[in-house]
């Protein structure tokens, strides 16, 4: 196993793992901070460190160098290019639809004269 890359945070390396995970690269976060109880130790040992195979290393620096300068990195799973996006005034409307939905429910049931909140 080589190290790749080190991180401040455990959450980073675990981000990257994940990352790499999802790209076919078996990388693990290495952590010295007693299973997450007390995440300071973590920087006396200088942070948490992602692994991976000394045969993939190749493969998982690009990959990480490729995230880190903002370009895509290939994943599973192919964009939705397909669907369509909601404006901000589409989402509101909609946002608004559902809470008169719910006040039309609330008036209706207080209308009822047997109807007891508690």
Known sequence: MARIQRFSSRVDA???ASMLNACGIDARVVNDDTGGMHPNLAFGHGG??????DEQLEEATALLDDAGDGRAVATSRPPDEGAP???FRQ???R???VLLVA???VVV???DLD???F
């Open 103 to 105: 006040l039309l429910l």
């Open 95 to 97: 946002a608004g639809a």
């Open 14 to 16: 675990e981000v990257a």
């Open 85 to 87: 996006q909601l404006t």
């Open 109 to 111: 049931f207080a209308a």
């Open 91 to 93: 989402l509101w409307l």
């Open 48 to 53: 948490s460190e992602v692994v991976v195979p």
């Open 115 to 117: 109807f007891r909140w």
